[in-house]
C-alpha cells in the first residue's frame, strides 16, 4: 500500500511534509491537475479522460481541478494494481496514525471499494439520522436515532460504519475494485457535482461500498483542517 497527495503548487509543502512526517507509508509521485493555469484547455482534460460535464450549472475551474486530480489518484490505483491512499494536501494526520490504521482497517470488510480516514466535524451528525436517498444518492433526513448501535450505517464493528457523510475527501484508501468502479461510474454520470460529493452519492445509492470511522474514533486518525483554504473557493465559474 502506497499513498499520493493531492497538491497543486508548493505553498502547502509544510503540510506534505507533516503527512510524510505521519505515515510508514511510501510515497508515490503523483501529479496533480491545477485547472487555474492559463495554459489549462477544459475540453481537451475531459476529452482525454473520458469525461463530461453534466447537469452542473455553477462549476468552478478550481472543482475541475479537484474532479481530475481524484480520477487521476483512481486511475493511478488501477494502474499500479494495489489499494493506495489518496490524500488531500490540507489534512492533518493523527500522531499515531500509521499504528491506527492498521488496527482500523482490520474492521473492514476485504470487499471494500474505499475506506474514508477523514470526517469532517460537520458530518458528525449525520451518523445518527435516519436517512433514504435520492435516485442522485443525495440525503432526505427523514428522522435520528439517539443509540449509535442503532445507527443504519452501523454493522457491528467497533471502529468503524458504513460511509455516513456526504463530503469531504481530505484521505480516502481506495481498492483496485472500487477504483475501477468510480471511473466507469464518473464517464457514465459525467461531473455534475463535487467529486467528494459524487464518491458519497454512489455509496449511498450501493453502486460503490464505502466505509468510514464511526464519530468518536475519527481523531484517531485525521483531524478535518478547517484553517485551509480549498483550490475552489475564489475561482470562476466557467
Known amino acids: 500500500m502506497k499513498y499520493i497527495v493531492i497538491s497543486v503548487d508548493d505553498s502547502r509543502a509544510d503540510y506534505r511534509n507533516k503527512i510524510k512526517s505521519k505515515t510508514e507509508l511510501p510515497e508515490q509521485e503523483f501529479l496533480a491537475t491545477d485547472a487555474r493555469l492559463s495554459t489549462f484547455d477544459i475540453s481537451y482534460a475531459l476529452r482525454t479522460r473520458g469525461l463530461k460535464i ?6 468552478k475551474i478550481g472543482e475541475i481541478g479537484c474532479w481530475l486530480s ?6 493511478l490505483v488501477v494502474e499500479k494494481d494495489e489499494p493506495m491512499v489518496i490524500f488531500e494536501d490540507d489534512v492533518i494526520l493523527a500522531e499515531s496514525f500509521s499504528h491506527n490504521l492498521s ?46 448501535k442503532d445507527s443504519q ?6 471502529r468503524m460504519a458504513k460511509a455516513y457523510q456526504t463530503w469531504g475527501l481530505g484521505a480516502v ?12 461510474l464518473a464517464r457514465e454520470h459525467g461531473l455534475y457535482t ?13 453502486a460503490v461500498t464505502g466505509y468510514a470511522p464511526k464519530p468518536f474514533f475519527v481523531n484517531q486518525l485525521t483531524t478535518f483542517n478547517i484553517n485551509a483554504p480549498t483550490t475552489v473557493q475564489d475561482t470562476e465559474i466557467i
Open 194 to 206: 463535487p467529486v467528494d460529493c459524487f464518491l458519497f452519492n454512489q455509496a449511498h445509492l450501493g
Open 103 to 148: 488496527d482500523f482497517l482490520e474492521e473492514v470488510p476485504e470487499d471494500y471499494d474505499f475506506v474514508s480516514l477523514s470526517v469532517p466535524p460537520d458530518q458528525f451528525p449525520d451518523y445518527l439520522w435516519i436517512v433514504r436517498y435520492s435516485v442522485k444518492g443525495e440525503p432526505d433526513i427523514i428522522g435520528k436515532v439517539f443509540d449509535g
Open 153 to 158: 450505517f452501523n454493522y457491528g464493528a467497533v
Open 54 to 59: 453534466a447537469d452542473w450549472e455553477d462549476i
Open 173 to 184: 484508501l481506495y481498492s483496485p475494485r472500487g477504483a475501477r468502479k468510480l471511473i466507469s
Open 70 to 75: 481524484h480520477f487521476d489518484g483512481w486511475r
